[in-house]
């Protein structure tokens, strides 16, 4: 006599959960059929923080007619016939719960930690204090470095036309400008034409034509990267093995 195989019915189901006092609060969650009530609740405090203790259920349909109180918390949680796309929706019964008042969503309701000048300045390892001490020597190193001949002297041996290899990288090609560059901080600049599409512009910078040359070989680096001298443009099949 012949039989068929019959599949087992599906035994999880999935519902909208909604939240009494969490009104932005929206989710998708599957629920197993044979999971009892009181385990549901459990995977609900997970997710929106309302105690097990402290939760009531209600089961809405898709049309919006409310279905049942999930009350009993050991039956299971099939015994209230959930059907995919009803909603299960979360009353949060403590009035002192942490989903209450609105902060979770809201953090402009989270009163904020505040301190005054005079007690922070008497606290020792803070930021302020960190920044007092580097502070007159960052200011110090920052003005000799950026001055209008910041760099000039390395810029001496450097020739538009120059064959060059900018580190890092070993980057290979040749020197298209030198000289201060307005627009960027003080001090020399030297622009690379690079062999390869390994730059950042065609020459352009900010608006201002420094040099001309391919899109993307283009670069302006200072001038204590740059190395001159004899650096051919590289073979691209030098490395292959024979």
Request: proline letters at 5%; one cysteine or more; glycine letters at 8%.
């Amino acid at each position: 006599m012949a039989s068929s195989l019959q599949l087992p019915a599906d035994d999880s189901v999935l519902l909208r959960v909604t939240h009494s006092n969490l009104k932005t609060f929206a989710s998708d969650v599957r629920f197993s059929l044979e999971s009892t009530v009181e385990a549901v609740k459990d995977k609900l405090w997970k997710k929106c923080g309302t105690a097990v203790t402290s939760m009531s259920l209600e089961l809405y349909d898709d049309t919006g007619a409310k279905v049942a109180d999930v009350k009993d918390n050991s039956r299971p949680f099939g015994f209230y016939s959930p059907l995919d796309g009803y909603r299960l929706h979360i009353v949060d019964l403590d009035p002192s719960s942490v989903t209450s008042g609105g902060w979770l969503e809201d953090t402009s309701l989270v009163e904020k930690y505040t301190i005054s000048d005079e007690a922070y300045d008497k606290l020792d390892g803070t930021y302020r204090k960190f920044k007092e001490k580097l502070g007159p020597r960052n200011a110090s190193a920052q003005g000799s470095k950026m001055t209008d001949d910041y760099m000039e002297d390395i810029c001496a041996n450097i020739k538009v036309g120059d064959r060059c290899q900018v580190e890092p990288g070993e980057k290979r090609g040749v020197v298209k400008f030198v000289g201060r560059a307005e627009g960027l901080a003080p001090g020399f600049w030297v622009g690379i034409q690079y062999d390869e599409p390994l730059g950042k512009h065609d020459g352009l910078v900010k608006g201002t034509r420094f040099f001309e040359c391919p899109p993307l070989h283009g670069v302006m680096v200072r001038p204590d990267k740059v190395k001159v001298g004899d650096y051919p443009e590289r073979d691209p099949f030098e490395d292959e093995e024979i």
